[in-house]
């Protein structure tokens, strides 16, 4: 049974909470005592309704003020497919949680609501899942109950926001209208609605194809570790421990280490004391190669004949995730996998408008929230692969080398000139 990771996204009060509630509440996965403890909860419970987005809004300041603050995980299955759900928070102050929560997701939930149509942050959360590469948009017309289920008022935002996807490039967008709180097209078909002759969201959810998200073309391992017993039963063991994050791996092939550039062939794959001779993403393995090469943690292995880039100079979209702005000459850590280096914004090519999409090429510094394309310089030669190519080796952030928090979030492209 494969897994399917998504997110919901969209402005506050869209619904995002409320209905992984119902798709939960409604596919029957909530234990019987989460729902007793909702139950006691709900801020409704006088009049018999049961307040459906408590089951993931479990902070005590989220409860209090009726939103998402924090990203929120929901685990659950059907008999067709496993999913982890992954509630992102709607205010623009929190949009750095949405980025965390949506960076690893196959599929994004863009919220809508029907009264309200496309937003600022319907915008900045669409463009957010375009930069991450997410390649399943649904959008979700919530709150169609508070529009007379009208198809006028689904279809005029469809327009808008097919408008907006192909802008952003978008390869496979699904509209669906729906009413979180009455569960209207979330598990079941809505009998209001008879206009919509697609499919429910959960229905959706579990047909949606993913065998073409994995890539299994370039081999990418980064090592974790280098494990070296050097006891008398193990005395000339050495293996390299780490996930392959794409590709596959065979016994035999020819390998090169990067950034060295130093060669050798695979001699074992091994998983759990036991030999294979393929293992392919996202198995976690211990490789063996022929030749003793100096390999340490921060290292990537590739098949020598599918290398990627490898550059100390980085052209870079980049979401900026910190209150203190980040200027040209600023210094951070970089960490690109298993590896770290120090390096230093070069250049701000231009500021992406949230709103427009339009390119602003006169800036000199990134506020909170902010999307831009950068040049960077890094200490150490990088090696990755363009983002839209490879999302898990061209995925980097930047760390604050005083505080140790992550400020920013890279989608690495290119090599600069």
């Known amino acids: 049974m494969d897994l399917l990771r998504f997110i919901t996204a969209g402005s506050v009060d869209d619904g995002k909470s409320t209905l992984i509630g119902r798709l939960l509440y409604d596919s029957k996965s909530i234990l019987a005592d989460q729902l007793e403890a909702i139950e006691r909860a709900s801020k409704s419970r006088d009049e018999g309704e049961i307040d459906l987005a408590l089951l993931t809004d479990g902070l005590r300041s989220e409860r209090e003020q009726g939103i998402t603050i924090d990203v929120a995980y929901r685990y659950f299955q059907t008999p067709q497919r496993k999913f982890i759900i ?12 949405m980025v965390t929560g949506a960076s690893n997701c196959q599929l994004a939930v863009v919220l809508i609501d029907a009264r309200h149509g496309v937003v600022e942050q319907t915008r900045r959360h669409s463009l957010i899942a375009s930069l991450l590469g997410i390649p399943h948009i649904v959008v979700a017309v919530n709150k169609m109950d508070l529009v007379d289920y009208s198809q006028d008022v689904f279809s005029n935002i469809c327009i808008h926001y097919n408008d907006l996807a192909q802008k952003l490039n978008f390869s496979e967008v699904t509209y669906i209208p729906l009413s979180a709180l009455n569960g209207d097209n979330v598990v079941d078909k809505s009998v209001n609605m008879p206009w919509f002759e697609g499919e429910p969201l959960l229905s959706h959810l579990e047909t949606v194809v993913l065998d073409q998200d994995e890539n299994l073309t370039d081999a990418r391992f980064p090592v974790q570790y280098v494990i070296r017993p050097q006891t008398a039963e193990l005395h000339d063991y050495r293996g390299y421990a780490g996930k392959i994050t794409s590709g596959i791996f065979r ?22 004391e036991t030999h294979y001779d393929e293992a392919f993403a996202p198995m976690s393995v211990v490789l063996h190669l022929a030749d003793d090469v100096d390999i340490s943690r921060g290292n990537l292995i590739v098949k020598t004949d599918n290398q990627p880039l490898v550059s100390q100079n980085v052209e870079a979209m980049l979401c900026w995730m910190d209150a203190k702005a980040l200027k040209v000459g600023n210094k951070y850590t970089l960490q690109h996998g298993t590896f770290r280096t120090r390096c230093a914004i070069r250049e701000i090519v231009y500021q992406l408008n949230v709103n427009t999409y339009e390119e602003n090429g006169d800036v000199e510094e990134l506020k909170l929230n902010d999307v831009a394309k950068v040049i960077i310089k890094t200490a150490k030669p990088i090696s990755f692969d363009p983002y839209a190519k490879n999302r898990v080796n061209g995925g980097a ?12 979030a890279l989608m690495l492209q290119s090599e600069a000139e």
């Open 397 to 408: 952030i930047l760390i604050d080398e005083t505080s140790n928090v992550t400020v920013g």
């Open 86 to 97: 992954v509630d992102a928070p709607g205010h623009i102050q929190y949009t750095r949680n």
């Open 251 to 272: 016994k035999g092939d020819a390998v090169t280490v990067l950034p060295t550039g130093e060669t050798s062939t695979i001699d074992a794959i091994e998983i759990a």
